[in-house]
């Protein structure tokens, strides 16, 4: 059988999005205001009333096109060029932010600063032992 002329599976694409997702069909049920078991049917479906498949959606946070044209394919092409491209842009903790500082110059300014606090209290302190003579 040709894979070109089957016909898409809506209910096991939400069930992949909500497994990708790391949700439970019960959240997801919880979000939409129904029962698992009502997730659970619909996920074995071939078709979703479009309604329902629009609050599906907007709990998975997807659009409907999303779940309608989901491939297994897809989602390796996306997380391969997602990875591909965020790796040249930093890491997960500051991805997509440059550094308009230089943090070695900070490093120094900080440096300088507790020097000069130090120079400070030796002066105080020489200033309160010359008192005492």
Not at 110 to 131: F, I, P, T
């Amino acid at each position: 059988m040709s894979t070109l002329n089957r016909p898409r599976n809506i209910g096991r694409n939400i069930s992949r999005i909500r497994e990708l997702r790391g949700m439970k069909q019960g959240a997801l049920a919880d979000a939409i205001g129904t029962s698992q078991q009502t997730i659970s049917s619909i996920e074995t479906s071939e078709t979703v009333d479009f309604d329902k498949l629009v609050e599906i959606a907007k709990a998975l946070g997807v659009t409907v096109e999303a779940i309608e044209n989901f491939t297994e394919e897809s989602v390796f092409n996306f997380f391969n060029n997602f990875y591909d491209n965020s790796s040249s842009q930093g890491n997960s903790f500051n991805q997509g932010m440059n550094a308009t500082f230089n943090p070695l110059d900070k490093v120094i300014e900080l440096y300088e600063r507790l020097v000069q606090a130090e120079k400070e209290k030796v002066e105080y302190l020489e200033k309160l032992l010359n008192k005492e003579k």
